[in-house]
């Protein structure tokens, strides 16, 4: 800068070595030292946006310094002699300067006035005067002689090739405002418009004058307009063109020219790159705007520079003096600087200080509001965020926030009321119809809250935290197909979204088979899947083929020559639940004897029984069941029927079932104890089918004529694989000793819906001492080899989410890959060492695989990260037990 302003000041002049000779050195200097400490700059240093108004002003200059060195080397400018080479750098650099920020194409202002003035020692004032009172007609030729028109119109065809560029590559017309931007620009009388502009060019100058009331943002009421010719403000504006009227004549009607220079120079430098900002040629987007005036602060410094060396010429007595003021000033800039920039240092501090400058700016409430917030202050955010919409009551970003934080302290009602309103005002802001979507489907407004999810999609296509919140919308109505689509969607727009990776596999893991899941799978239509199962006759044709063997009672239970096939009706009725069905199963081969579908649902387990065909066949004496030794036994014992509280002794004979609970003896307690031991081998059979072929849990089953179909093939199914694959359909489980074991806390940090947030529990069901063994897995992959592509999938792109890894361990331990998921376990820790779910799943593990010290060590350590942890004290309790067990029958 002490180049610039010694050419600005001094004039070109050059040694005989060819270097610049400074004529004003002081000046310049002190001008420069202006320049670098005036805290105006620091809102462009401090802040990430201020680099495009640094670099803006480096090749500025540097843009300027070119233009001078294109005289370098003619003994008199004035007779045309420059160099092209160095205007055309001249040039590039002022595009540089443009691309950066467009203020740089001012310096080509800047270069023709210093050419007009100082290369060519135009008096303004008089070329003014012969044009406007024609009293001496302008000499043409010496104006083409010194090259003056000629290096003119070099700057402005390439002003005008700048131009063209700009408006080639970013399109015609400035960007659109609001009038909470600059609210002078949109008022309709002319006069308010051009008095509120001078009152925003009063306020620019006061900020270079005295540069301490600085803030980060100026509008949204910060500025009040004036709205009548009676506000006291519009003095501020009188006095600030005195002063320019004053500045402008002693420019062009002092008699000493190197005042004139100087001063014209000086206002060419301060008004020139602040025209962009004024609002003359189009609307800017603020009201008041430190780092605009950047450039600006230039012509102000050389002013001032130049001002205090004449007052020195004028006063030199007072030399003094005025050096000791202009190191006072120097020192006040100083300390500005370095407060301001210590403001600028966090976000509270910034945004606190903005409150004492403009306490009317809504803004500047909002921010304070959103830093309190994400510090946790949410009470005191609310404060501020509710007086950021009572100053600007159609400010929806406010409106957005508080609905946020409102809901999260659950004033659901209040939340909906902001955020329709905000929707209402601007129907295009996707976030608010988003977080209206979330507050909607926490009230149990399903409807309403899809329909808000699609809205925010609508006006913003790219929007994977919508999809994500709309998948947990479809899983809270059990609509798991478009749950999963919804959050694939989400990882294909951000492929590093944790929480929709994590709630897939949480999903999948924890549903069953269904024609939506088939069709997500095989990317088959829902329709198409329902059509292969109920018109191709697949499900019959098995049935069909497996009935005569594997359901059937079988020649050692009949009576008669020939076996009794009781054929599965449906009953007719409108309620129809598949699961609803009456079966014998075999405690020893754990296959099913009878099946009969399609009960109403609204029946009791006894009276299903009851009426059903099995039933009459046995009062009938068609069929009966003829006593067998006991296994490894000779002692010969009657077959009998298995049943709860619910079931009449007088309509159901050989029926054994507990006693009531109230006042038993020691001896009918045993006896419940060892019936309730061989209920669970009972039911085994309906684990296995159950799990096995992942479609009876399910809620949301297709058609009854369908679900009919699959039942019978399924059992079918399950009766040939029992027979004649047992051991890889039917897995004995490590678990000998009976309980439930629980998968500790909740399925990582992903917010699923709260029924499928809670502790998945395990049914261990417990065997007689001579069964072997009993069902705690899923026998089928089903829906979890999807779960672990996807699990395996994310890890890819998220090579250290815990949350993940958590998930996939748990998914690999149902299908039984221990080694695999103690290792993702293992893991996960490592990274979150502290985690007492992932602790007490891995003891969980370790429990089924029969590792009982490692099981016994992490229990040990999830109840103490976390003693209230729900299952893992029942779990560690029955781990001692079964440790106890082992040691009392151990050698």
Same mark, same amino acid.
């Given at each position: 800068?002490?180049?610039?302003?010694?050419?600005?000041?001094?004039?070109?002049?050059?040694?005989?070595?060819?270097?610049?000779?400074?004529?004003?050195?002081?000046?310049?200097?002190?001008?420069?030292?202006?320049?670098?400490?005036?805290?105006?700059?620091?809102?462009?240093?401090?802040?990430?946006?201020?680099?495009?108004?640094?670099?803006?002003?480096?090749?500025?200059?540097?843009?300027?310094?070119?233009?001078?060195?294109?005289?370098?080397?003619?003994?008199?400018?004035?007779?045309?002699?420059?160099?092209?080479?160095?205007?055309?750098?001249?040039?590039?650099?002022?595009?540089?300067?443009?691309?950066?920020?467009?203020?740089?194409?001012?310096?080509?202002?800047?270069?023709?006035?210093?050419?007009?003035?100082?290369?060519?020692?135009?008096?303004?004032?008089?070329?003014?005067?012969?044009?406007?009172?024609?009293?001496?007609?302008?000499?043409?030729?010496?104006?083409?002689?010194?090259?003056?028109?000629?290096?003119?119109?070099?700057?402005?065809?390439?002003?005008?090739?700048?131009?063209?560029?700009?408006?080639?590559?970013?399109?015609?017309?400035?960007?659109?405002?609001?009038?909470?931007?600059?609210?002078?620009?949109?008022?309709?009388?002319?006069?308010?418009?051009?008095?509120?502009?001078?009152?925003?060019?009063?306020?620019?100058?006061?900020?270079?004058?005295?540069?301490?009331?600085?803030?980060?943002?100026?509008?949204?009421?910060?500025?009040?307009?004036?709205?009548?010719?009676?506000?006291?403000?519009?003095?501020?504006?009188?006095?600030?063109?005195?002063?320019?009227?004053?500045?402008?004549?002693?420019?062009?009607?002092?008699?000493?020219?190197?005042?004139?220079?100087?001063?014209?120079?000086?206002?060419?430098?301060?008004?020139?790159?602040?025209?962009?900002?004024?609002?003359?040629?189009?609307?800017?987007?603020?009201?008041?705007?430190?780092?605009?005036?950047?450039?600006?602060?230039?012509?102000?410094?050389?002013?001032?520079?130049?001002?205090?060396?004449?007052?020195?010429?004028?006063?030199?007595?007072?030399?003094?003096?005025?050096?000791?003021?202009?190191?006072?000033?120097?020192?006040?800039?100083?300390?500005?600087?370095?407060?301001?920039?210590?403001?600028?240092?966090?976000?509270?501090?910034?945004?606190?200080?903005?409150?004492?400058?403009?306490?009317?700016?809504?803004?500047?409430?909002?921010?304070?509001?959103?830093?309190?917030?994400?510090?946790?202050?949410?009470?005191?955010?609310?404060?501020?965020?509710?007086?950021?919409?009572?100053?600007?009551?159609?400010?929806?970003?406010?409106?957005?926030?508080?609905?946020?934080?409102?809901?999260?302290?659950?004033?659901?009602? &209040? $939340?909906?009321?902001?955020?329709?309103? +905000?929707?209402?005002?601007? @129907? !295009?802001?996707?976030? *608010? /119809?988003? =977080?209206?979507?979330?507050?909607?489907?926490?009230?149990?407004?399903?409807?309403?809250?899809?329909?808000?999810?699609?809205?925010?999609?609508?006006?913003?296509?790219?929007?994977?935290?919508?999809?994500?919140?709309?998948?947990?919308?479809?899983?809270?109505?059990?609509?798991?197909? &478009? $749950?999963?689509?919804?959050?694939?969607? +989400?990882?294909?727009?951000? @492929? !590093?979204?944790?929480? *929709? /990776?994590? =709630?897939?596999?949480?999903?999948?893991?924890?549903?069953?088979?269904?024609?939506?899941?088939?069709?997500?799978?095989?990317?088959?239509?829902?329709?198409?899947?329902?059509?292969?199962?109920?018109?191709?006759?697949?499900?019959?044709?098995?049935?069909?083929?497996?009935?005569?063997?594997?359901?059937?009672?079988?020649?050692?239970?009949?009576?008669?020559?020939? @076996?009794?096939?009781?054929?599965?009706?449906?009953?007719?009725?409108?309620?129809?639940?598949?699961?609803?069905?009456?079966?014998?199963?075999?405690?020893?081969?754990?296959?099913?004897?009878?099946?009969?579908?399609?009960?109403?649902?609204?029946?009791?387990?006894?009276?299903?029984?009851?009426?059903?065909?099995?039933?009459?066949?046995?009062?009938?004496?068609?069929?009966?069941?003829?006593?067998?030794?006991? @296994?490894?036994?000779?002692?010969?014992?009657?077959?009998?029927?298995?049943?709860?509280?619910?079931?009449?002794?007088?309509?159901?004979?050989?029926?054994?079932?507990?006693?009531?609970?109230?006042?038993?003896?020691?001896?009918?307690?045993?006896?419940?104890?060892?019936?309730?031991?061989?209920?669970?081998?009972?039911?085994?059979?309906?684990?296995?089918?159950?799990?096995?072929?992942?479609?009876?849990?399910?809620?949301?089953?297709?058609?009854?004529?369908?679900?009919?179909?699959?039942?019978?093939?399924?059992?079918?199914?399950?009766?040939?694989?029992?027979?004649?694959?047992?051991?890889?359909?039917?897995?004995?489980?490590?678990?000998?000793?009976?309980?439930?074991?629980?998968?500790?806390?909740?399925?990582?940090?992903?917010?699923?819906?709260?029924?499928?947030?809670?502790?998945?529990?395990?049914?261990?069901?417990?065997?007689?001492?001579?069964?072997?063994?009993?069902?705690?897995?899923?026998?089928?992959?089903?829906?979890?080899?999807?779960?672990?592509?996807?699990?395996?999938?994310?890890?890819?792109?998220?090579?250290?989410?815990?949350?993940?890894?958590?998930?996939?361990?748990?998914?690999?331990?149902?299908?039984?890959?221990?080694?695999?998921?103690?290792?993702?376990?293992?893991?996960?820790?490592?990274?979150?060492?502290?985690?007492?779910?992932?602790?007490?799943?891995?003891?969980?593990?370790?429990?089924?695989?029969?590792?009982?010290?490692?099981?016994?060590?992490?229990?040990?350590?999830?109840?103490?990260?976390?003693?209230?942890?729900?299952?893992?004290?029942?779990?560690?309790?029955?781990?001692?037990?079964?440790?106890?067990?082992?040691?009392?029958?151990?050698?």
């Amino acid at each position: 800068m002490v180049d610039v302003f010694a050419a600005l000041i001094g004039g070109l002049a050059y040694v005989e070595g060819g270097g610049a000779q400074n004529h004003a050195p002081r000046a310049s200097l002190l001008a420069a030292l202006l320049f670098a400490a005036h805290p105006v700059h620091t809102e462009s240093v401090a802040g990430v946006v201020g680099r495009a108004d640094l670099l803006c002003a480096l090749f500025f200059q540097l843009s300027f310094l070119t233009y001078c060195k294109a005289f370098h080397g003619g003994s008199d400018r004035c007779e045309g002699k420059f160099s092209l080479q160095w205007m055309v750098l001249s040039l590039l650099l002022c595009a540089a300067a443009m691309l950066c920020k467009e203020q740089g194409i001012t310096v080509l202002g800047i270069n023709a006035a210093f050419d007009v003035l100082l290369i060519c020692n135009v008096n303004v004032f008089e070329l003014s005067q012969r044009l406007l009172l024609r009293r001496k007609s302008i000499d043409v030729s010496e104006l083409v002689r010194s090259g003056l028109l000629s290096r003119l119109a070099v700057l402005v065809v390439g002003g005008a090739s700048m131009f063209y560029a700009r408006w080639r590559i970013m399109g015609t017309g400035p960007p659109a405002f609001t009038e909470v931007d600059n609210p002078a620009s949109f008022a309709d009388s002319m006069f308010l418009r051009i008095v509120n502009y001078n009152y925003y060019y009063s306020l620019n100058a006061w900020l270079l004058l005295c540069p301490w009331w600085l803030c980060f943002d100026w509008s949204m009421g910060c500025v009040p307009l004036i709205n009548s010719a009676t506000d006291w403000r519009i003095v501020w504006l009188l006095l600030l063109w005195c002063v320019l009227i004053g500045l402008i004549s002693q420019a062009l009607c002092s008699p000493d020219s190197q005042r004139r220079r100087t001063l014209t120079l000086g206002l060419v430098l301060l008004v020139v790159p602040f025209l962009p900002a004024c609002n003359l040629f189009f609307r800017v987007g603020f009201v008041v705007a430190e780092r605009v005036l950047y450039l600006s602060s230039a012509g102000y410094c050389l002013l001032l520079a130049y001002a205090l060396g004449h007052c020195c010429c004028r006063w030199p007595r007072h030399r003094r003096l005025l050096g000791v003021c202009v190191l006072a000033l120097l020192g006040v800039y100083v300390v500005r600087c370095a407060h301001r920039s210590h403001q600028w240092r966090s976000e509270r501090s910034l945004f606190t200080s903005a409150l004492l400058v403009c306490p009317l700016n809504a803004k500047v409430h909002y921010n304070v509001g959103k830093n309190l917030a994400d510090r946790g202050n949410t009470s005191a955010a609310i404060s501020y965020y509710r007086e950021a919409v009572r100053l600007h009551p159609t400010y929806v970003h406010a409106m957005n926030n508080l609905g946020n934080i409102l809901k999260e302290q659950d004033e659901l009602v &209040e $939340a909906e009321l902001l955020l329709s309103k +905000a929707v209402a005002i601007q @129907p !295009d802001f996707a976030a *608010a /119809w988003m =977080n209206l979507g979330i507050v909607q489907n926490s009230l149990q407004k399903f409807r309403e809250a899809e329909r808000s999810y699609w809205n925010a999609i609508h006006f913003r296509k790219k929007y994977p935290d919508c999809y994500y919140n709309l998948g947990r919308l479809y899983a809270d109505q059990n609509r798991h197909l &478009e $749950a999963l689509n919804a959050w694939k969607n +989400a990882t294909v727009l951000k @492929p !590093d979204h944790s929480l *929709a /990776w994590n =709630n897939m596999v949480i999903l999948l893991d924890n549903t069953g088979e269904s024609f939506r899941s088939l069709s997500f799978q095989y990317r088959i239509g829902y329709s198409t899947i329902a059509r292969i199962v109920s018109r191709t006759g697949a499900c019959e044709a098995i049935h069909q083929v497996l009935m005569e063997e594997f359901l059937q009672l079988k020649d050692s239970l009949k009576n008669g020559s020939s @076996p009794i096939v009781l054929v599965p009706l449906m009953a007719n009725t409108s309620i129809f639940n598949p699961q609803d069905t009456v079966v014998v199963p075999s405690t020893t081969t754990k296959k099913l004897l009878y099946l009969s579908v399609g009960a109403q649902g609204r029946a009791s387990d006894a009276g299903l029984f009851v009426e059903s065909d099995i039933k009459r066949a046995l009062d009938n004496g068609l069929i009966h069941f003829p006593p067998e030794s006991l @296994p490894n036994t000779e002692v010969v014992v009657p077959y009998m029927f298995l049943g709860d509280d619910v079931y009449p002794t007088q309509r159901i004979t050989d029926l054994m079932k507990p006693y009531s609970f109230r006042q038993m003896d020691q001896d009918q307690s045993i006896f419940k104890y060892h019936l309730s031991r061989a209920c669970r081998v009972v039911e085994n059979p309906f684990d296995i089918l159950g799990k096995g072929w992942r479609f009876f849990p399910l809620h949301n089953s297709p058609a009854p004529r369908i679900s009919v179909k699959i039942t019978m093939a399924a059992v079918s199914l399950h009766n040939f694989l029992s027979e004649h694959q047992s051991e890889a359909y039917v897995l004995p489980d490590r678990e000998p000793c009976g309980g439930i074991l629980e998968e500790s806390g909740t399925r990582g940090n992903a917010p699923l819906p709260e029924r499928a947030d809670k502790e998945l529990k395990l049914s261990c069901k417990t065997a007689t001492p001579c069964s072997e063994g009993i069902i705690c897995f899923s026998r089928r992959p089903g829906n979890l080899g999807q779960a672990e592509l996807i699990g395996r999938e994310a890890l890819k792109l998220l090579p250290n989410d815990h949350t993940i890894m958590f998930s996939l361990a748990n998914v690999l331990g149902k299908l039984q890959k221990y080694k695999e998921s103690e290792g993702f376990f293992l893991l996960a820790l490592k990274i979150n060492p502290n985690a007492a779910s992932c602790h007490g799943n891995l003891a969980v593990l370790y429990h089924r695989w029969g590792k009982m010290e490692l099981a016994k060590r992490h229990y040990e350590l999830a109840l103490k990260l976390d003693p209230e942890a729900p299952g893992t004290r029942d779990n560690y309790k029955m781990l001692l037990r079964k440790m106890e067990q082992l040691r009392r029958t151990g050698p």
